[in-house]
């Protein structure tokens, strides 16, 4: 991974392509977006992992940030974020469901680097 900086913010380098970072969101991905995007994917990846060991059939996991707390007097840092899944599959029960999520929460690396900074609300619809 490789940082350059450009007139509007920096370009991040992968293995996979590159993007563009900048606090203006109109050039590129602000920080803040990155930091909620990993913590939100790494936690609905290791839940769609978690049900399949479950041996259930997920058909369709969505995930929806409802809500971003910050608190403007520790440097805008994001205290809070809530989001919702959306997991269409058969068989799957309330209580399978919340099983999973709290196996997930403990077994997803973002989830565990922000467990003692950032409040994690995740709430679910079950299709």
Do not use: W
């Not at 109109?26 to 769609?48: D, M």
């Not at 059939?57 to 805008?76: A, Q």
């Amino acid at each position: 991974m490789k940082f350059n900086m450009t007139d509007t913010g920096y370009t991040m380098t992968t293995d996979f392509g590159t993007i563009d970072i900048s606090g203006d969101a109109t050039k590129g991905f602000k920080p803040g977006e990155l930091l909620v995007s990993a913590v939100v994917i790494c936690s609905a990846g290791v839940l769609r992992q978690v049900l399949k060991k479950m041996r259930i059939d997920v058909k369709n996991l969505d995930v929806e940030v409802k809500e971003i707390k910050r608190v403007e007097e520790e440097g805008n840092r994001i205290k809070k974020i809530h989001f919702h899944f959306t997991v269409e599959a058969d068989h799957l029960t309330e209580k399978k469901l919340e099983k999973a999520i709290e196996v997930s929460t403990k077994n997803c690396a973002m989830a565990q680097t922000v467990k003692n900074s950032i409040e994690l609300v995740k709430t679910y619809t079950i299709i």
